[in-house]
Structure formats: structure tokens, C-alpha cells
């Protein structure tokens, strides 16, 4: 699996979804810009020792990402008012899960663009905005590893 962040803005949610890449065998693209330096000692803090067992990449701007993508690669943008639920497609193990920035989220264009395969987590509470980045993306990712039955575990 792939989990990818779309200018990612807080040091320690992109520290948590990097051990959360660690602990799942998943490559982390951070696409930039980025809200922090890679050298951000929360960044660091969040991640804890396991930086060193991500697979990670980090591109320039996200066409530079989308150009070097393999034919036939399925993306799934997470973000509100996505017309499907995140529990309601099949996942591959080379999907890649895409989140935006904590504060605006995913372009519109880039949701218009790929409104098939837009995706959402329920919200029950009208007055709470979203869900935590770094949370958002386990709940999806472990939905995807469920679906293929947890391959890989130890």
C-alpha cells in the first residue's frame, strides 16, 4: 500500500502516519510543499526511531508525483463530501490512499478531476470540521489491509 501526503502541514501528524507506514510495510509521498522542515524535531518526536524502516519519497509538486506513477495505479482521495464511503471499494495492495493539507484538505480540482474514486469517512457531528490527518489515514489503510486479509503479518 501507499499513503500519500498532499502538503502536509503539521510536524506530528506527519511524523505518526510515517510510524504508521513503519508498522504496515506502506511507502509514505510526501508532496510539497511542506509545512515543516524534514529536520523538525516533532516531526522527528512523532516518528520516534522508526524513520528508518519507512520506504518514503518526497516530490517536488504533485504532477512530478502523478507522472512517475505505474500504468494502472488506483488512487483514492480521502476527504469530506466524497460521494462513496471509504469502506464501500475493494482495495489492491498497490493503491495508493491520498490526504491533503490539515487545514484545506485536497484541492478541488484534483477532487473534481478524480471524483470516482473520491472517497469519505463518516462524520456524525456537524459542528467537528474533520477528523485528524494521521487518524484518517489508519482508518482507511487498516480497512485496505482487512480487505486482503492482513497479508504480511507477523
Known amino acids: 500500500m501507499n499513503i500519500v501526503l498532499v502538503e502536509p502541514e503539521i510536524p506530528p501528524n506527519t511524523g505518526n502516519v510515517a510510524r504508521l507506514c513503519a508498522a504496515t510495510h506502506t511507502t509514505l ?29 518526497r516530490w517536488k509538486f504533485w504532477q512530478e508525483f502523478s507522472a512517475r506513477l505505474p ?60 477528523i485528524n490527518l494521521s487518524n484518517c489515514a489508519a482508518l482507511v489503510l487498516f480497512e485496505a489491509l482487512r480487505q486482503q486479509g492482513f497479508q504480511g503479518e507477523n
Open 29 to 57: 509521498h510526501l508532496v510539497e510543499p511542506l509545512g515543516f522542515k524534514l529536520d523538525d524535531a516533532q516531526l522527528k518526536r512523532a516518528g520516534m526511531d522508526y524513520w528508518q524502516h519507512v520506504t518514503w519519497h
Open 71 to 130: 500504468a494502472g495505479a488506483r488512487l483514492w482521495f480521502i476527504e469530506c463530501d466524497g460521494p462513496r464511503l471509504y469502506t464501500e471499494v475493494q482495495y489492491r495492495p498497490d493503491d495508493y490512499l491520498v490526504l491533503g493539507r490539515e487545514t484545506a484538505g485536497l484541492p478541488a480540482a484534483l477532487l473534481k478531476q478524480h471524483r470516482d474514486s473520491w472517497l469519505r469517512i463518516p462524520m456524525f457531528n456537524p459542528a467537528a470540521r474533520s
